[in-house]
């Protein structure tokens, strides 16, 4: 079940990231409700996860998700290019968060 978690908050923090960036400094309403309450359930989720997960597999995972997520995000909606370097670094990042996965032992 952390991992679940560990999952949903790291996703949790693409949207927190993504939010704060169409805050424009927390000059508009929405945007900025969005980014703390993504941000608070984001951490939550986290240190729920560090119960049983490693500090810094958990870590490492959470930030992995939310990097890859928001990259793309910003490619696909936001405007940012697409290069095949980018999806490939992306997809090696993702790879790097299932690896971490895999070896982390009983849990």
């Known amino acids: 079940m952390s991992w679940v978690i560990l999952v949903i908050a790291g996703v949790l ?4 990231a993504t939010a704060l960036g169409k805050s ?15 941000l ?8 729920v996860a560090m ?3 490693p500090t ?4 490492a995972v959470w930030v992995g998700i939310g990097a ?9 909606f936001g405007g940012e290019d697409i290069s095949v ?6 997809i090696g990042l ?10 982390d032992g009983g849990h």
């Open 85 to 90: 370097v980018k999806v490939l670094l992306i």
């Open 56 to 59: 810094g597999t958990a870590y």
């Open 40 to 47: 608070i359930l984001s951490m939550i989720g986290l240190a």
């Open 13 to 16: 923090e693409a949207v927190w």
């Open 24 to 38: 424009d400094g927390f000059s508009r309403l929405w945007p900025t409700l969005v980014f703390v309450i993504a």
């Open 94 to 103: 993702v790879g790097c968060v299932v690896g971490l996965k895999l070896v």
């Open 68 to 76: 890859a997520l928001t990259v793309a995000w910003a490619m696909v």
């Open 51 to 53: 119960r049983t997960i």
